[in-house]
């Protein structure tokens, strides 16, 4: 089939939910290759998915091995891998137990759930979430999403959420109300710009959630498996939430998403309460172990935070010679470089000049690359923005 013969099949088949641009064939690493052979420096990882890199060895291996084992048996049965994994994310979370599903939105749902089932001892149901915040496209998570671009269309919204200003202690305060049992929170919001939490605004909601008995839930299914430099966001900011959301990089690249809780709230689901087909397959559990052993013999957390160093201090010096560089703010390998102009024409000239990211909201440029960059590679990616700038 050629290439464009796929695209008319697309065209004609697939609904449009997306635009997308270049056919991807293969990757490598940090990077991919189209369907003509033109080979691009990959800074968007899938969406912040491939963080050890495209079809990383250990990665392959695993999955290649588990698929010819067993790929799938249900929950109604033992899987020997799933609660290793459990294991895993207990300890590098919150020491309490783990529910597995499939994405991002799936995981932010078992937190609304587990919230209201906890809070319905007592009638509470309110969850606060952030503006400009993104947790899904599900009726619930984009109802907790707190820009109306995603709401639109699709009323009624979900009762139950109530959106506060991200960074604003007083708003959020405000918002609270006898109902409200969560407030739920991104430690950088992703889609909406990269914008890191402040260090106070995380400590303030910890405290108003002790005050008022609420659950402090974080929503890393951006920026936790090691985007920021630690495993999970919100470790960069000395607070211990209730539970929080994965998904993305969970399984580099193979789908798989997971709640996390403390102790205390680990047994609020009961059996009948909550459930996923393929919630942590063999298959999915094998490739998400293998995700966390790369990241922890390949040093990526270290390796996150010095290349996210390395590449915001170039972005800088850029911007002096580049005055349509306005900011350059993240945390880690999660980084937004904000424009004077519209971002999404950048982008396009940066794919042409070989070079992938992705323009989040008007001005924004996004840059998540796997965890395995090099100097080198942030060298090259700086070239080419350097020369696309131009
Ligand atoms: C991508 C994303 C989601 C949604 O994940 P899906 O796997 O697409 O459902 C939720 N929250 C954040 C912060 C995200 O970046």
Redo the contacts with the bound molecule.
């Keep these: 089939m050629t290439a464009s013969d796929s695209r008319n099949l697309h065209q004609q088949f697939v609904m449009p939910t997306y635009a997308p641009g270049i056919t991807l064939v293969r990757g490598a690493g940090v990077s991919v290759w189209d369907d003509t052979g033109k080979e691009y420096l990959d800074f968007m990882a899938g969406i912040a998915v491939c963080n050890t890199g495209h079809c990383h060895p250990a990665v392959v291996a695993a999955v290649q091995h588990q698929a010819a084992t067993l790929m799938h048996c249900s929950n109604l049965f033992h899987n020997p891998v799933q609660p290793r994994l459990a294991e895993r994310l207990s300890r590098l979370t919150l020491g309490g137990k783990i529910f597995f599903c499939n994405?991002?939105?799936e995981a932010?749902e078992a937190l609304f759930k587990l919230a209201r089932k906890w809070g319905s001892l007592d009638g509470r149901f309110e969850i606060i979430t952030m503006k400009n915040s993104?947790?899904?496209?599900t009726l619930a998570t984009m109802t907790a999403t707190g820009q109306t671009k995603y709401q639109k269309g699709f009323e009624p919204l979900v009762p139950g959420f109530v959106h506060a200003e991200f960074n604003d202690l007083d708003s959020v305060r405000a918002a609270v109300t006898p109902a409200t049992v969560a407030i739920l929170c991104?430690a950088v919001q992703?889609?909406g710009g990269v914008v890191p939490a402040d260090p106070a605004f995380i400590a303030g909601l910890r405290a108003l959630c002790d005050e008022k008995k609420l659950l402090l839930l974080f929503?890393e299914?951006?920026c936790g498996i090691g985007r920021t430099g630690n495993w999970f966001g919100f470790q960069h900011y000395g607070v211990r939430p209730d539970g929080l959301s994965m998904?993305?990089a969970l399984g580099g690249g193979f789908p798989i998403?997971a709640a996390a809780v403390s102790p205390e709230l680990s047994n609020v689901f009961q059996p009948g309460n909550h459930a996923s087909t393929f919630g942590g397959t063999p298959l999915a559990s094998a490739a998400a172990l293998a995700v966390l052993d790369t990241i922890e013999k390949e040093g990526l957390l270290d390796n996150a935070a010095k290349m996210g160093a390395l590449f915001m201090d170039g972005l800088r010096d850029l911007a002096r010679k580049h005055p349509c560089i306005q900011t350059v703010r993240g945390l880690g390998l999660m980084i937004g470089v904000v424009l004077s102009v519209p971002a999404k024409p950048v982008e396009a000239r940066l794919r042409e000049n070989g070079l992938l990211c992705i323009a989040t909201g008007d001005h924004v440029l996004r840059f998540v690359p796997p965890l395995v960059v090099t100097p080198g590679h942030i060298r090259q990616a700086l070239d080419i923005l350097d020369r696309s700038l131009d």
């Design positions: 994405s991002g939105a932010n993104f947790h899904g496209r991104e992703g889609e929503d299914v951006q998904a993305k998403g």
